[in-house]
């Protein structure tokens, strides 16, 4: 399927993004001393997020997916319950690296894979990620396995063999949310998409039941086969402001928009979180003890946005030097959790902050559609804030921009090797 204008746009959006968050990422010791480890005694020349650690396909493929979901920065789909870009860029990236493909056979890629997750994930990822399962991984190798064949023009029986051979990588959990194992999820799909990949062209079969066979992966994962479902991606798609859980999008959000309704955030009294059962027990961390808790916390999430008035990197680095205003740890100790009735998807979510102020009176907020949705988009200059505030520590404001503007524009028959040394070559992430 030829992708159209809105949707190559799309795909540009989306790869801009997974850049910034991931360079973002790199900024991290931790982050960089992980991805150290991982190319670690593999010889290779791909380039990774980190400038002067590269590696083969596949352990890059795993580090830009590492990197790309780390910070839970990384747009969201609300058809697969998942992060298609964390995975999807990241298997791409390094195959197109290594074979000069150009940026817009990735869009296409990208494209392809991604409506394959979605359409499996609409049909099935809620039950399915109910049931445990981390459908960003879960899906992600079978649209990275999809997206890869189509960057390398498999016929349309090693392109069957290679999904095959995916289906039995799939994998990730859910109790793993909120520690560092969870971006891993990302990261081995992406890799595993290429090794698959690189098993079908070799001639390795699969079942054509792999799949949706009685005894395939959705029958093994839980799930009936209710087929395939056609999924607009323009509508499908959230763009994060904030780098939090998806689930806590609409909190911050409402947090925000009630911050100037408050004034003293002293004479808060008490705070209520109205969230689904699914935002519930996804946002599980009421005490968060870490960066990564921070992330899947309701309570830290509302509370920051109402004392500090913005949520950003930095609103969950505190968690990690100790340095959370004590009037955010107040407001915490102040708030409770009211579950709204079940909604039927994650495109039905809604969630609501009220506020109860010591003289009695109450203000409410509730979103519907999280800044980021095909119904709120982000601007331009919002992504463009984004990615200059994501790469701040490598770059000026100036710079960052400039970089922006090059790949947003970078021609579609530009090499992926030729844009990627643009944005990671001088002045890149250090290791």
């Given at each position: 399927m030829a992708a159209d204008v809105d949707e190559i746009a799309l795909a540009r959006s989306c790869l801009l993004d997974f850049l910034a968050v991931s360079l973002a990422a790199a900024g991290q010791r931790e982050v960089r001393d992980t991805v150290a480890g991982?190319?670690?005694?593999?010889?290779?020349?791909?380039?990774?997020?980190?400038?002067?650690?590269?590696?083969?396909?596949?352990?890059?493929?795993?580090?830009w997916g590492y990197c790309g979901h780390f910070l839970d920065y990384d747009d969201v789909s609300e058809a697969i319950i998942g992060h298609p870009s964390a995975v999807l860029f990241a298997a791409l990236l390094p195959i197109a690296a290594?074979?000069?493909?150009?940026?817009?056979?990735?869009?296409?890629?990208?494209?392809?894979?991604?409506?394959?997750?979605?359409?499996?994930?609409a049909r099935?990822?809620?039950?399915?990620?109910?049931?445990?399962?981390?459908?960003?991984?879960v899906f992600g190798v079978l649209g990275a396995a999809k997206a890869l064949a189509r960057l390398l023009r498999l016929d349309e029986e090693a392109a069957q063999h290679t999904i095959g051979i995916a289906a039995s990588l799939s994998s990730g959990v859910r109790a793993n949310f909120g520690s560092r194992t969870k971006p891993l999820h990302a990261g081995w799909a992406a890799g595993a998409a290429v090794f698959a990949v690189k098993m079908g062209r070799l001639g390795i079969d699969s079942s054509p039941e792999a799949l949706t066979g009685p005894s395939g992966l959705l029958a093994a994962l839980g799930s009936v086969d209710r087929g395939f479902e056609e999924v607009d991606l323009r509508g499908d798609v959230v763009?994060?402001?904030?780098?939090?859980?998806g689930y806590s999008l609409r909190l911050i959000d409402a947090a925000l928009a009630l911050r100037p309704r408050i004034g003293d955030v002293g004479t808060i009294a008490r705070v209520t979180c109205i969230v689904s059962p699914r935002a519930d027990d996804v946002l599980?961390?009421?005490?968060?003890?870490s960066e990564n808790e921070g992330r899947f916390s309701a309570e830290f999430a509302t509370a920051s946005a109402l004392v500090d008035g913005v949520v950003g990197l930095e609103t969950f680095a505190k968690l990690s030097d100790g340095s959370v205003p004590t009037a955010v740890r107040d407001v915490i100790g102040k708030t409770e959790r009211s579950i709204d009735e079940p909604v039927a998807s994650l495109g039905e979510e809604r969630s609501a902050v009220e506020v109860l102020m010591s003289d009695g009176t109450v203000v409410r907020e509730e979103v519907r559609y999280p800044t980021g949705h095909s119904q709120r988009p982000m601007s331009r200059t919002q992504r463009s804030d984004k990615f200059t505030?994501?790469?701040?520590?490598?770059?000026?404001?100036?710079?960052?921009?400039?970089r922006f503007d090059a790949v947003d524009s970078?021609?579609?028959?530009?090499?992926?090797?030729?844009?990627?040394?643009?944005?990671?070559?001088t002045g890149s992430a250090v290791s």
């Open positions: 991982m190319m670690d005694g593999v010889p290779g020349q791909i380039p990774t997020p980190v400038t002067g650690i590269v590696g083969e396909t596949e352990r890059a493929a795993l580090a290594e074979r000069r493909a150009p940026v817009g056979e990735v869009l296409e890629a990208f494209l392809e894979g991604y409506r394959f997750m979605a359409g499996w994930g099935h990822a809620e039950e399915i990620y109910s049931r445990g399962w981390h459908t960003t991984s763009l994060k402001p904030y780098p939090s859980c599980r961390f009421r005490q968060p003890a505030d994501c790469t701040s520590w490598i770059w000026s404001t100036e710079e960052g921009r400039k970078a021609p579609l028959d530009q090499p992926t090797e030729s844009l990627l040394e643009g944005l990671l070559g």
